[in-house]
């Protein structure tokens, strides 16, 4: 928000209702160009995240439960046993997550939920 008569209560007001910052004129441009980028930073990151958290609501309930067992490093023998599912199944829920979150590999998985 960038106004010439800019008080506290302004200020306030304007950024509960989503203002990213307050300048008040004069305003350094390079400080401006900053915090723009910023905003857009934020935004872009802000967009990551909520088709991250999509992603993970297509899941289903087993697939949630499998993925919380690759993340903590399990084989999928482990997995097959411990939730008393074969091996194969596993295979297809691993194979429907990695679909789903769009990753190749575990390890992409796990970067993408850090």
Same mark, same amino acid.
């Given at each position: 928000f960038l106004t010439g008569h800019g008080v506290v209560?302004?200020?306030?007001?304007?950024?509960?209702? !989503? @203002?990213?910052?307050?300048?008040?004129?004069p305003f350094n441009d390079n400080q401006l160009v900053? =915090?723009?980028?910023?905003?857009?930073?934020?935004?872009?990151?802000? !967009? @990551?995240?909520?088709?991250v958290q999509a992603r993970l609501a297509s899941?289903?309930?087993?697939? =949630?439960e499998v993925l919380e067992l690759i993340l903590a490093g399990k084989l999928n023998k482990v997995i097959a046993d411990q939730l008393g599912i074969s091996m194969r199944t596993v295979e297809v829920h691993r194979a429907n997550i990695?679909?789903?979150?769009?990753?190749?590999?575990?390890?992409?998985?796990?970067?993408?939920?850090k």
């Open positions: 209560p302004m200020a306030v007001v304007t950024l509960k209702r !989503g @203002a990213f910052d307050f300048f008040e004129k900053d =915090r723009v980028e910023e905003a857009l930073a934020q935004s872009r990151q802000a !967009g @990551a995240n909520a088709a899941l289903s309930a087993r697939e =949630r990695f679909d789903k979150m769009q990753v190749k590999t575990a390890v992409e998985l796990a970067g993408l939920l």
